[in-house]
Every structure is written in C-alpha cells, then in structure tokens.
C-alpha cells in the first residue's frame, strides 16, 4: 500500500523510533510500516501509547511484538500503570528474518486489526480508550523503510509538486499506477518518471509538452538518454482540463492509458522491474490522488 496518501510520512526513520501520532487516532484511519527485518533479529516490537513517558512509564495502548525463538509467535498486550496485562499470543509468523514486509494497523472503534503482506493475521480488542493514543514507536532488530498515518478519508490530502512517491517492493506484472488531477491554465509541460532508488536510472519517463501536443517517452540509463519515442496517435491533455492517468506494468512493457482511452505502449528498457521503486511528478499540473498499488 503506498504511504502518499498520509497525513503524516517517515522515511527511513532511525531504530529505536518514537513519534508523535498527528492529530492522535481515529476510527478508519491506519498506520502503514514498510521494512525489513535483521537477518538475525529475536524479537522487535510496534507500541500505540499514550504520551512517551519513561518514569512512569506511559500506558500501552497496543505492544505487537513478533519474536523469533524455537516456536515463533507475535505477542499481543497492553500495559497500565506499568503494569502489564493479559498475552494474547498468535502463533502464526508472516515475518522472516532477513525479509522485507508492509504491516498495517487499522484502527476501529471497538479493536485494532493487522494485516501483513496484504493478509490479515490478528484483532486487539481496545483495553484503553483510543482517545488518549496519540504516540507510535518501534524497537528491535527490524529496518523502517517509511511510516505513513493514513488518515479514514484522503479527500482533504494536499499533493504537492514536485511529488514523489515510493514502492517498496518495486513494481511487478499486473501492478498498476493510477495519476488524477488537472493541468494548470497556463501550462508549458508535465513530467511523469518511474525511476530506480538505488542508480540515476529512469525506467519510464513521461514528459507532455502542452503547448506543442507532444507526448516525449525515453529512458535514462547509466546517466545516458536513449532513443526518444514521440508517436501519438492522439494528444489527450489541454490546458485546465482534468485527466485519468493509468499506467499498467506487464511483462514486456508499460501500457498507458488517460481518460479511459488506451494511448500508447512503451516496452521496458529496464528490465529488473522490482528496481523499480519511485514515482516522480513534475510540472503544471495539479494532482488529486495517486495510488501506487
């Protein structure tokens, strides 16, 4: 699940982690938690609290703690007036050490539900109001790629240009980009890159030139531009108007297609697909809502 879409974003955030939750919790919003775990992690731990008090130490809310041990289990608990509560053990592990993994907590109104790797693994039945949550940390062998706090209705996210998003496992047959918003009144160009985190490399470049009706796709590889494709059998964006984008990852190639029309193909130049890891908007464009799934 893409974190563009937050209230509040945190990339690569430094272990041991605390934060302050924007806002506190609500019911329908989520906390989503990219990573990876230690090739030799035992244990790590996700914990909702209230307030990051040490002495005393602040009530817990929701402690979701996977330990890797001779019979791997995920420990639930709460903790009240340093004291702590009632195990809720799972024994299911979707974690592996060494292996990257997206959690999310959803919030409800009566309990927490997680789900990891798209599938979802337990229920937490609130033990402390939610309205006194308002804090999120991580402790143990684990790496944090991005936190985001996603709130229940993303129709108030401002999208800022230039926009960047991330994918964390790259992209993959099937997988699909999908770009709304308007072109400004008075524009010259927008520009749509998938792009390569760990080189300069860009996969997929997308450069409309509004004026001119020109439509430019290439790739940057090893800091060299290669041959430019401008065939277009029609230009779908005009100054103020507002567009769908669609962009399908297949096997052989990126097929794109804008208002419900298919417009192009573009066969891949960079093979590694899951190397592709970023989105990038640039331009006279204004952007309501991205989805990177």
């Given amino acids: 699940m893409s974190v563009a879409n937050a209230k509040r974003t945190i990339l ?23 990573g ?3 090739n030799d992690a035992d244990r790590f731990q996700f914990d909702l609290t209230c307030g990051c008090s040490t002495k005393p130490r602040a009530d817990v809310a929701f402690h979701f703690n996977p330990r890797f041990s001779s019979s791997p289990q995920i420990v639930c608990n709460s903790l009240q007036h340093e004291n702590w509560g009632r195990e809720e053990n799972i024994d299911l592990m979707p974690f592996k050490q060494g292996a990257t993994f997206e959690t999310i907590i959803l919030v409800l ?4 539900k997680v789900a990891v790797n ?20 991580v402790s143990g062998k684990v790496e944090l790629h991005a936190i985001g706090f996603i709130p229940d209705s993303v129709s108030d996210i401002h999208y800022y240009i230039p926009y960047k998003g991330s994918l964390l496992r790259g992209l993959i047959p099937g997988q699909h980009i999908t770009i709304k918003g308007h072109i400004s009144l008075f524009p010259h160009s ?14 997929l470049h997308l450069n409309s030139h509004i004026k001119s009706g020109m439509l430019i796709r290439n790739s940057l590889l090893c800091q060299s531009w290669g ?6 059998q029609y230009f779908p964006f005009s100054a103020g108007n507002y567009f769908e984008m669609i962009i399908l990852c297949q096997l052989p190639q990126f097929r794109i297609g804008v208002n419900g029309s298919h417009l192009l193909d573009y066969r891949h130049r960079v093979q590694d697909l899951s190397s592709i890891d970023q989105l990038e908007i640039l331009g006279d464009v204004e952007l309501q ?3 990177l799934w």
């Fill in 190 to 203: 927008f520009t749509v890159n998938l792009r390569c985190s760990q080189s300069s490399n860009i996969a």
């Fill in 12 to 34: 690569n955030p430094t272990i041991p982690f605390t934060e302050i939750i924007p806002g506190g919790l609500h019911p329908g919003e989520m906390i989503v938690i990219q």
């Fill in 289 to 291: 809502n991205v989805q």
């Fill in 109 to 112: 109104c009566d309990v927490f």
């Fill in 36 to 38: 990876c775990v230690h």
């Fill in 227 to 232: 041959p430019e494709e401008r065939e277009l």
């Fill in 118 to 137: 798209g599938v979802h693994i337990l229920e937490f039945k609130h033990r402390i109001p939610l309205e006194m949550v308002n804090t999120f940390s």
